[in-house]
């Protein structure tokens, strides 16, 4: 049973997470009331020229492409403009929420082809870390990406499907393609050295350049099977990095593979330890 807003905003509370959920929507979105300090300005700026200088490097050129068609780096994305351009680009369009927000209302949003972004932004004292995923793990992080066709695509597919996964017991599965692809995906494309697209890289200042070039990163050819039962860890740099071939590949596999068979086989085996897995 779907968790209501009121229950949400009270957990929330309770765990002391800061978005304010007690003006959540039924979808839980909410405005973006665009009234951000200088003090956050001076913070977007910082965060996104800091880490602009290592994306030129090591981004897939799809995400550099949508951070420059979207405009995101000069000032505080406004949700209504960035979405005008995106929807021109893709049909996406992004929405504001407080935070974190319920599995099932998020693969909502995602079926409908709307990112969901926290409306709030770290502070000055926390630019290195931030442990609940704020406005540039979202905006800087995810939403560039979303202007390549495929990849776009892929994620209103994964939207379509997961809730349907979570019900076999597939929770953990779906939620592990999410992590290796939209969060810590490279993409090593044919006679191309290896890029980055997830969001989880995108939005870090340390882990980035360790994952795309660093002498330890464990390079793993992708394979929806093999990454749907890989183990993850949130609080360390990952232990695999899985590798695309291209975009069109990871839609193609997710589109035409038997999810519902896959989570059979495997819903009850230990998770699959990232570090035996081989490089590519
Ligand atoms: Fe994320």
């Given at each position: 049973m779907?968790i209501s807003?009121?229950?949400?905003?009270?957990e929330?509370a309770e765990?002391?997470?800061?978005?304010d959920?007690?003006?959540c929507?039924?979808?839980?979105?909410v405005?973006q009331?665009?009234a951000y300090?200088?003090e956050?300005?001076?913070?977007?700026?910082?965060l996104?020229?800091?880490?602009?200088?290592?994306t030129?490097?090591l981004?897939h050129?799809?995400?550099l492409?949508g951070v420059?068609?979207?405009?995101?780096?000069?000032r505080?994305p406004?949700f209504?403009?960035?979405s005008?351009r995106?929807?021109?680009?893709?049909?996406?369009t992004i929405?504001?929420?407080?935070?974190l927000?319920?599995?099932?209302?998020?693969?909502?949003?995602?079926?409908?082809?709307?990112?969901?972004v926290?409306?709030?932004?770290?502070s000055?004292?926390e630019?290195?870390y931030?442990?609940?995923?704020?406005?540039?793990?979202?905006?800087?992080?995810?939403v560039p990406?979303?202007?390549q066709?495929?990849?776009?695509d892929?994620?209103?597919?994964?939207g379509e499907k997961?809730q349907?996964l979570?019900?076999?017991?597939g929770?953990d599965m779906?939620?592990?393609?999410?992590?290796?692809t939209a969060?810590y995906?490279?993409i090593?494309e044919?006679g191309q050295?290896?890029?980055?697209?997830?969001?989880?890289?995108?939005?870090?200042f340390?882990?980035?350049s360790f994952?795309v070039?660093?002498?330890g990163?464990?390079?793993v050819?992708?394979d929806l099977e093999?990454?749907?039962r890989?183990?993850?860890e949130?609080d360390?740099?990952q232990r695999a990095?899985f590798?695309?071939?291209?975009?069109?590949?990871?839609?193609?596999?997710?589109e035409?593979?038997?999810l519902?068979?896959i989570?059979?086989?495997?819903?009850?085996?230990?998770?699959?330890d990232?570090?035996?897995?081989?490089d590519?």
């Open positions: 779907q807003v009121r229950d949400y905003a009270r929330c765990q002391g997470l800061r978005g959920y007690s003006v929507r039924a979808d839980f979105t405005d009331p665009y300090s200088d956050d300005q001076t913070v977007w700026r910082t996104c020229d800091r880490q602009m200088k290592l030129r490097r981004a050129r799809s995400y492409d420059a068609a979207l405009g995101l780096t000069g505080i406004d209504a403009e960035v005008e995106l929807k021109a680009m893709t049909g996406w929405v504001a929420v407080p935070g927000i319920p599995a099932g209302p998020f693969f909502e949003h995602l079926a409908s082809r709307r990112f969901p926290t409306n709030w932004l770290r000055e004292s630019l290195d931030i442990v609940e995923p704020d406005m540039f793990h979202d905006f800087f992080g995810h990406i979303l202007t066709p495929a990849f776009a892929f994620m209103q597919m994964y997961a349907g979570f019900d076999l017991g929770g779906i939620t592990r393609l999410y992590w290796y969060e995906g490279l090593g044919p050295p290896v890029k980055a697209f997830g969001a989880g890289l995108m939005s870090s340390t882990e980035l994952a070039e660093g002498a990163a464990n390079h050819p992708f093999t990454v749907m890989t183990g993850y949130i360390k740099f990095y590798v695309l071939p291209s975009f069109s590949a990871l839609r193609s596999a997710f035409t593979a038997d519902a068979a989570v059979a086989r495997a819903r009850d085996l230990p998770p699959l990232p570090a035996s897995l081989k590519a």
